[in-house]
């Protein structure tokens, strides 16, 4: 049997039960018929309580349940902290209002622990954060209270990617590295898909976070964090990083210009990538492997260490033997920086 069923009838029985006592008190007051008052209410209080009674017992009681499941530790935490503080405030302006004259002195008791109360939880709810980093004293309001160097934020994708924890073992990140739990949950969200290709990349990204965990120069924490008024991980992590006032590591191009346009300092990997990447300028020598043809005609390809693609005029003969060439030009784009070179021999003519 249900939990509804089973209130149900205690409902019915107690109501009924109920209604029969209020029936013949009033044909008693009224000077009517008893059996006839004490049937008809106790079949009205019997429907009562078979219909109202799960909405007044079990399901306020279902809700709460899950409401409590749902809700994520630290903000229930905060909700309870926020009601003791609203009821001790409440129990000491008990004296005062008891002083006044009937009946206030019984109403205002006990509404003001009803205000009270609601105020400490919407205040601890809704400044939980700042709050609980106020007691842990680890992350400060105010960005000259970090010391000497903001700790970051790590993205999504910047973990699957894996590049930062090359560069973190370095030390060329000398901050501590932050990870919110709902960007390790989305890690976890992309371990597990159905797609071969999806739950490769969030596998990768788990190894790659215990790996920095284990080989950083830097500390690298989980924290706790969430924005329950952002429903995606790139709006939670922009809005985390504006009340943290810290920057966001990522190399995603959209939650960049996302964070740009809204005042937070992004450190992109793609664009330090580029940044260190060696410079060639036109008449420099340079030798390159030419691996495959061109778009254009007679153009062979190759690649440099770091991942540069060489663009070779008149190459496509020279294709799997590695020559000398002269760069004639180099442009920049968005995927990277491209060099178009000529084999020396050539460029020397």
Known sequence: MSPDFISRIIGMLVVAVGGLILGVQFAAVSQADPIFYGITFMLVGALAGLILTPYLTVRPVRFLRQTVQRMPVQQLLAATLGLIIGLIIASLSTFPLSMLPRPLNQILPFLSALLFGYIGVLVMTARQQEIFAFLRGRLPERPGDWGEIP?????????????????????????????????????????????????????????????????????????????????????????????????????????????????????????????????????????????????????????????????????????????????????????????????MEQAER
């Not at 030798?287 to 991942?307: F, S, T």
């Open 151 to 343: 700790p970051v934020l790590l993205d999504t994708s910047v973990i699957i990617d894996g590049r930062i924890a090359d560069i973190s073992r370095t030390g060329f990140i000398r901050s501590e590295m932050l990870v919110p739990r709902f960007i390790l949950n989305e890690l976890q969200h992309i371990a597990d898909s159905p797609d071969p290709l999806r739950r490769n990349r969030g596998r990768r990204g788990l190894d790659m976070l215990r790996r920095l965990q284990e080989e950083s120069g830097s500390q690298v924490r989980i924290v706790d964090m969430d924005i329950p008024e952002a429903r995606s991980a790139d709006d939670k992590l922009v809005l985390l990083a504006r009340r943290l006032r810290c920057p966001v590591l990522t190399n995603d191009y959209n939650l960049n210009r996302v964070a740009e346009l809204q005042g937070v300092t992004v450190l992109n990997i793609n664009e330090l990538a580029n940044a260190v990447r060696v410079v060639y300028l036109p008449g420099e020598n340079l030798r390159v492997h030419i691996i495959q043809e061109g778009k254009e005609a007679d153009q062979g390809v190759g690649y440099l260490d770091d991942g540069t693609m060489v663009v070779v005029e008149n190459g496509r003969p020279f294709i799997g033997m590695e020559i000398e060439t002269t760069v004639t030009k180099v442009l920049q784009t968005a995927a990277g920086r491209m060099i178009f070179a000529r084999p």
